[in-house]
């Protein structure tokens, strides 16, 4: 698939790029094929994990198109199905997904990134929240953000838009590996692998659990859980593939997922 999204399967992986010179920004448009082609993977039964990229190697995306805006996009229009980027809406997205930050990563780009579970970055990758320069708010990140870094830093990023070096944005754990430019699709898509041999099941628990406590007293998170209120671990804990897991680890090999 090919225009300002491409697509690209192997197996159980699905590579969605950016691709919309000269620096990957967003419109309504591409927001919306993007919540459909996450909601398309969602929905399939066959495939595992997925990688959001961009094309080229100075932007991964700036956000918001202002220039599409100044021709009339609006900024309250319709994003699609899983709101701006095609993920932050995305509801019961139990897969993974893979973030390869290939260049500037800032504003509604950041956002973007910040949905993902995993990212990785290549070594020249820059990140910023720079939205108060222009008189608006970082709406997400600024849910987002706190949350994931400490408040502090999160705070200065969002209040002077000051930019940070991938080194710092390790550093302070929004990024999670560093790697060199050529060499951050091979790695992006090697994690990927890893992922796809994985359980299914397994992972949409983690998700499911992992969104329901994150504004919950942890006995009130582990009460649900325990009381069978999550779909995903009712699904797991009545699974061909719980069984599985036990059986292989007592006979000593490895387990053969199915998803069910």
């Given at each position: ?39 398309d ?42 709101g ?8 019961h ?8 930050v ?133 699904k ?10 036990a ?14």
């Open positions: 698939m090919s225009g300002p999204v491409e697509t690209r399967k192997e197996g159980g992986i699905l590579e969605v790029k950016l691709n919309r010179p000269k620096a990957n920004a967003v419109d309504l448009e591409t927001s919306r094929l993007l919540g459909k082609i996450f909601k993977f969602r929905d399939d039964p066959d495939m595992r994990v997925a990688i959001y990229t961009g094309e080229g190697d100075k932007f991964f995306c700036p956000g918001w198109d202002l220039k599409a805006a100044a021709d009339g996009d609006a900024v309250d229009g319709d994003y699609g199905v899983g701006f980027g095609g993920l932050q809406e995305l509801s997205m139990n897969k993974p997904v893979i973030c390869a290939n260049g500037i990563c800032c504003g509604g780009g950041l956002e973007i990134a910040l949905s993902c579970d995993i990212i990785l970055a290549a070594e020249h990758a820059s990140f910023a929240l720079p939205e108060i320069r222009s008189g608006t708010v970082a709406d997400a990140a600024s849910i987002k953000l706190p949350k994931r870094i400490p408040y502090h830093v999160a705070m200065e990023m969002l209040l002077t838009g000051r930019w940070l070096d991938v080194e710092e944005a390790h550093r302070w754990g929004f990024v999670n590996q560093i790697h060199k430019a050529d060499e951050l699709m091979d790695k992006a898509w090697e994690m990927a692998r890893q992922l796809e041999s994985g359980p299914p099941l397994v992972y949409a628990a983690i998700k499911e659990v992992v969104r329901d406590a994150e504004d919950s007293k942890f006995q009130d998170a582990l009460n649900r859980i325990t009381q069978s209120q999550l779909a995903t671990v009712e797991l804990y009545n699974s061909e593939d719980q069984l599985e897991g059986k292989a680890f007592a006979e000593k090999r490895d387990p053969v997922w199915k998803g069910r």
